[in-house]
């Protein structure tokens, strides 16, 4: 019980890392709150977080509006009074049909001998699609952290976990600059804003995921052909995508007690991707 009695928020927690990092918080103690859009996926993670015996809150939140964001914030504290654990899980990528066409021709451009060549995308990126991405990935972040520090910062303590990406500290994701470029910005936040907050208690530090194994990135994979599969395995030194749970632990070590040395530190479990 690592968590037990501590309050903890983890956006985007309906589904893929964030559920999952929900229910390894309530394993270990923690009084959780998800955040979400869809509030049917809320309640389906509440519940199966309450089925472990751990107190639940979800809260439905666009983490790219900073009064959204301010209003989550003043659900969590009617509820729990505090927080001691923050999640910044929330995020979007290049979902759309565009951007996984994008990373299967980057997929073939570093796993097979042809051509060199420009993947051509920046080119053709969209001031929208730009700057949404870092409504959500960036700013929503930003929104998050400044609301719980107003309470961490008082009371002397806190954890901070931001997850950013393989895509922020290497060109694993040139398939999608816009990306590349929050995730990035994300990992330089986790740094600037351990260092400023370390001596009232409060350690904030990063995970960047490598590939993990959720159903929307399996469902990706299960659509590729056989051929193509074996070549992205094939690239992954370990020759596997990560599990959930191998990230929530960790999750779970960086918010206990335990990891009241680690400042500003970015984790990467990639399975050898990028070392």
Not at 68 to 90: P, Q, S, W, Y
Not at 224 to 235: D, G, I, Y
Request: charged share 20%.
């Amino acid at each position: 019980m690592k968590l037990k009695d501590k309050v903890a928020l983890i956006t985007g927690g309906t589904a893929g890392l964030g559920r999952g990092i929900a229910l390894a918080f309530a394993r270990e103690g923690a009084k959780v709150a998800i955040s979400g859009r869809n509030e049917e996926r809320l309640q389906k993670v509440v519940q199966e977080i309450e089925a472990l015996g751990a107190e639940a809150l979800g809260i439905r939140a666009d983490v790219s509006s900073s009064q959204e964001v301010k209003n989550m914030f003043a659900r969590l504290l009617e509820r729990f009074g505090t927080i001691d654990i923050l999640v910044n899980n929330a995020g979007i990528f290049r979902s759309h049909e565009a951007g996984v066409k994008d990373r299967m021709r980057h997929l073939d451009l570093v796993t097979t001998p042809v051509p060199r060549h420009s993947l051509q995308i920046t080119r053709n990126m969209s001031d929208e699609e730009w700057q949404r991405m870092f409504e959500v990935n960036v700013n929503g972040v930003f929104y998050c952290t400044r609301e719980a520090l107003k309470i961490m910062e008082d009371k002397g303590y806190g954890r901070i976990i931001n997850i950013a990406s393989i895509a922020g500290i290497s060109a694993m994701s040139s398939h999608s600059p816009n990306y590349s470029a929050a995730k990035g910005a994300v990992v330089a936040f986790t740094k600037s804003v351990a260092h400023e907050v370390a001596g009232a208690g409060i350690c904030v530090n990063c995970i960047a995921p490598g590939y993990i194994e959720t159903e929307t990135f399996m469902r990706g994979i299960n659509q590729m052909s056989p051929e193509r599969r074996n070549r992205l395995m094939q690239w992954i030194p370990v020759g596997r995508i990560g599990k959930i749970e191998e990230y929530a632990s960790l999750a779970v070590y960086l918010a206990s007690d335990d990891a009241g040395y680690m400042i500003g530190q970015v984790i990467s479990p990639n399975g050898g991707l990028y070392i």
